[in-house]
Every structure is written in structure tokens, then in C-alpha cells.
């Protein structure tokens, strides 16, 4: 699909595509707008791989179709963009809008979404050409938006996980933001709570109280006792026959503790080698003697000064194993790389107690039923606001030192 857009104060004109695969956009040409980005899961290849590795397709529910600006023939802005006919994979949780548009008599879906799938990371936004008006070029991408879902029938158009400082550009377009949190540790500005800077992890320790600083260390002793070496493998230290374990450790918890969310293949964990395997960062854990055959792993995702953990999985229950490989292990390496911000994945209860403050971040909404879209408009501040205060809540609970460190953290 191909429609010319006229802008009066650019010539020639621009033309916006329509695409049912990320092969159809040329990579260097799309990476020349993502790989600047602080995100890596907008890069062609984490988004291609996502399509051709099986993991993402209709009969998923994830229907590929982005959208693309171009200047002559010259790709100059890009969005990912899927037709979703649920709402599972997305970690925004809009089930009660799914539900109050089927009490109302109003077709909740499809719906457009723009977000990676099944990537629950801050991060999502157009990508702009270096030198175009941005502005401008999201105003012909807002406007085509809003025809493909009219014309389409779609009920709605949602960005997910958007970048902050993206968030009030979309904003000007009439888009309303959902407030939500996650737990992240540091932040992308470098202020590791409040300006400290650690340079080892007992002096990260230093910020809990007592008590959970005990049991740190007690959680990281347990781990030992058990005969297991941990080991962080970075980029071209990871031997090719370890990605099918990636498969297996992320399957086994699935099955575990989240049954029907197996979203990703074992094509796709396979293709991550070798194209995309400087962006990745495993902490693998083996009986002591025997590392060729791991028991535990986490699968995380770096670029830059920020580190994602993504998966992780065991073969047997090893006490505080989880922790070890998804919190302690990836912090100590962090804070070993000048790594400044740590997100961790989706959920929680964990996390808080071990140094993951609740923050903010932000869906943006815009729905074409009008009035689903009164009320969105109607009570999203008072969403908000109990949100926030959630947030408050939870990061005045935390276990740290309050004499060693004393910050509050601004979530709004």
C-alpha cells in the first residue's frame, strides 16, 4: 500500500509505504535510524528475526505492518507497527478496556500496535532520519496512522514502553499517556540513586540496611554451597553451542511458572548467532568442573550504558540461583562496565527487595470509537495518579540504608 503525502513546506514529496515484513525495508537504511537509538530492540535485526524465525506472525496475532517514510528513495523514518487481535505478549495490561469496550457494544479488536513484541523495555518511538523535521515527519506518520485504522476498522492505535523523551512529541498528536512502572536499577542519566557512582558490589551493598544486606550475601553464599560457578559470556565468548540452550532454559520457565506465554522459537534464539551476538550478555551457571553443560542461565541484551535482562530458566530448583544469575551477577558486571542503567524484565516481587526501584513509564493510547475515547480522556489522569501512587508506595518500602543513602526518586 502507497499513498503520497504533500507537504507544503518540502519538495518533492514524501511517500509513506505499508509493510507486511521487515525483509521489504532495506537494513542499513532502517539501522542508520536505529543504532543511534539508546534501545537495541528496535534494530533490523532483533525485528526481522522476530518475523522470520516463526515467532511473530498472524497466526500468533501479530500481524506485521509497518510503516515506512520516504524522501524520493531514500528511507528517511520508520515505525514498527503490528495489527493485534489480542493482548497477550504486550505487558501492558488493557484488558479492562478490552472489557468495557465489550459492555459498551464497541469491537475492541483488531488494533494497531507499536512496540517490539513480546520486549516489555522503555524504548519505543518513529525513527527520524538524522536532519529531517521531526515534527513534521511525525505529523505525515500520525495522519497515516490514523487513515489506515479508520479505513481498517481498527479500534485503536498504542505505543508501548514509549522512549521518555519521545513521549510528549506523540503527545501533541493527541495521544494520551497511560502511567505504569517497572523496576530498573541505576537510570540512563548515570545517577545510580541519587548520584552514587559504585565501583564494586560490596560497595553497592552499602545501600541496603543491615538485615537485607545479610541476606544478599546469604542468597550468594547458598549458591556456592550448591557446587555451582556462575560466569558471565559476552558477545563473540559465547560458543555457538550454547544458543540452543538459551531455548531450553527460556522454555522451562515458561512452562513453569507461565503457562501460554511461550511467545519466542527456538529459530530465533538460534539466528541471534553470530549478527546479533555482540549485543548479548549471558551469565551462565555449571557444576564446578563441568562447563560445558550449563544447569542455569540468563539471557541479557546490552547496548551502550544499558543492559536488559531478557529470559532465564534451570533445570533443577537451585536455591536462589534466580537471583544470582538475573540480579547479583548482572549488577556486579554492570557496575565492572560503567554500565548505567539495568533493566531487569517484567515482574516485580523480587526485584524490589533486591535493589529495583519501582519507576515510571509511559503507554500512549489514542482510540477512534469517540466514546471510548471520552472516557480514556476522562479518567486517565485519575489511572495515573493511583499509579502513582502505587509507585510512592512501593519505593518508600524499600530496604536501604536511609543514613547511607538518602534520595527520593522522582517518577513523575
Known amino acids: 500500500m502507497m499513498d503520497k503525502i504533500f507537504n507544503k513546506k518540502k519538495t518533492p514529496p514524501y511517500t509513506i509505504r505499508w509493510h507486511q515484513h521487515m525483509a521489504e525495508i532495506p537494513q542499513s537504511a532502517w539501522d542508520e535510524m536505529a543504532i543511534p537509538l539508546a534501545t537495541p530492540f528496535l534494530e533490523w535485526e532483533w525485528l526481522n528475526n522476530l518475523e522470520t524465525s516463526g515467532s511473530v506472525k498472524p497466526l500468533t496475532g501479530w500481524q506485521p505492518c509497518h510503516l515506512t517514510v520516504w524522501h524520493d528513495n531514500k528511507l528517511v523514518a520508520g515505525a514498527p507497527l503490528y495489527i493485534k487481535g489480542h493482548s497477550y505478549?504486550?505487558?501492558?495490561?488493557?484488558?479492562?478496556?478490552?472489557?468495557?469496550?465489550?459492555?459498551?457494544?464497541?469491537?475492541?479488536?483488531?488494533?494497531?500496535?507499536?512496540?517490539?513484541?513480546?520486549?516489555?523495555?522503555?524504548?519505543?518511538?518513529?525513527?527520524?532520519?538524522?536532519?529531517?523535521?521531526?515534527e513534521?515527519?511525525?505529523?505525515?506518520?500520525?495522519?497515516?496512522?490514523?487513515?489506515?485504522?479508520?479505513?481498517?476498522?481498527?479500534?485503536?492505535?498504542?505505543?508501548?514502553?514509549?522512549?521518555?523523551?519521545?513521549?510528549?512529541?506523540?503527545?501533541?498528536?493527541?495521544?494520551?499517556?497511560?502511567?505504569?512502572?517497572?523496576?530498573?536499577?541505576?537510570?540512563?542519566?548515570?545517577?545510580?540513586?541519587?548520584?552514587?557512582?559504585?565501583?564494586?558490589?560490596?560497595?553497592?551493598?552499602?545501600?541496603?540496611?543491615?538485615?537485607?544486606?545479610?541476606?544478599?550475601?546469604?542468597?550468594?553464599?547458598?549458591?556456592?554451597?550448591?557446587?555451582?560457578?556462575?560466569?558471565?559470556?559476552?558477545?563473540?565468548?559465547?560458543?555457538?553451542?550454547?544458543?540452543?540452550?538459551?531455548?531450553?532454559?527460556?522454555?522451562?520457565?515458561?512452562?513453569?511458572?507461565?503457562w501460554g506465554s511461550k511467545y519466542l522459537t527456538k529459530k530465533f534464539f538460534e539466528q541471534l548467532y553470530p549478527s546479533y551476538s555482540h549485543r548479548l550478555m549471558l551469565v551462565v551457571a555449571f557444576e564446578e568442573g563441568n562447563e560445558n553443560h550449563p544447569v542455569g542461565m540468563s539471557f541479557c541484551v546490552r547496548k551502550g550504558d544499558n543492559l536488559y535482562g531478557r529470559y532465564w530458566g534451570s533445570l533443577e530448583e537451585y536455591d536462589c540461583l534466580h537471583f544470582e544469575t538475573c540480579y547479583y551477577k548482572p549488577i556486579e558486571w554492570a557496575i565492572s562496565q560503567g554500565i548505567k542503567m539495568y533493566d531487569p524484565g517484567a515482574g516485580g516481587s523480587h526485584k524490589r527487595r533486591r535493589g529495583f526501584p519501582a519507576t515510571a513509564n509511559y503507554s500512549m493510547h489514542r482510540f477512534y470509537n469517540q466514546r471510548m475515547s471520552s472516557i480514556l480522556k476522562h479518567y486517565i489522569d485519575e489511572i495515573n495518579f493511583a499509579q502513582q501512587e502505587e509507585i510512592d508506595a512501593i519505593n518508600n518500602d524499600l530496604p536501604f540504608n536511609k543514613k547511607e543513602v538518602n534520595f527520593s526518586l522522582d517518577t513523575k
Not at 484488558?95 to 459492555?103: F, G, N
Not at 459498551?104 to 518511538?125: D, E, S
Open 89 to 134: 505478549g504486550e505487558f501492558v495490561f488493557d484488558h479492562q478496556w478490552a472489557d468495557l469496550a465489550y459492555r459498551l457494544g464497541i469491537q475492541y479488536y483488531p488494533k494497531l500496535l507499536g512496540m517490539t513484541p513480546f520486549t516489555p523495555a522503555v524504548g519505543y518511538r518513529f525513527l527520524v532520519a538524522s536532519g529531517e523535521n521531526e
Open 136 to 258: 513534521e515527519i511525525t505529523e505525515m506518520m500520525v495522519g497515516a496512522i490514523d487513515h489506515f485504522c479508520v479505513k481498517n476498522r481498527l479500534s485503536g492505535c498504542n505505543f508501548l514502553f514509549v522512549d521518555p523523551q519521545w513521549k510528549s512529541m506523540i503527545g501533541k498528536f493527541g495521544f494520551e499517556p497511560w502511567m505504569h512502572h517497572g523496576y530498573i536499577w541505576g537510570d540512563p542519566d548515570g545517577n545510580c540513586y541519587a548520584g552514587r557512582n559504585f565501583t564494586t558490589f560490596d560497595d553497592y551493598l552499602k545501600i541496603f540496611n543491615s538485615n537485607q544486606r545479610k541476606n544478599i550475601k546469604r542468597e550468594r553464599k547458598l549458591v556456592q554451597k550448591a557446587g555451582l560457578v556462575t560466569k558471565n559470556l559476552v558477545g563473540k565468548e559465547i560458543p555457538h553451542y550454547l544458543y540452543p540452550y538459551i531455548y531450553q532454559f527460556y522454555s522451562s520457565t515458561c512452562n513453569k511458572f507461565y
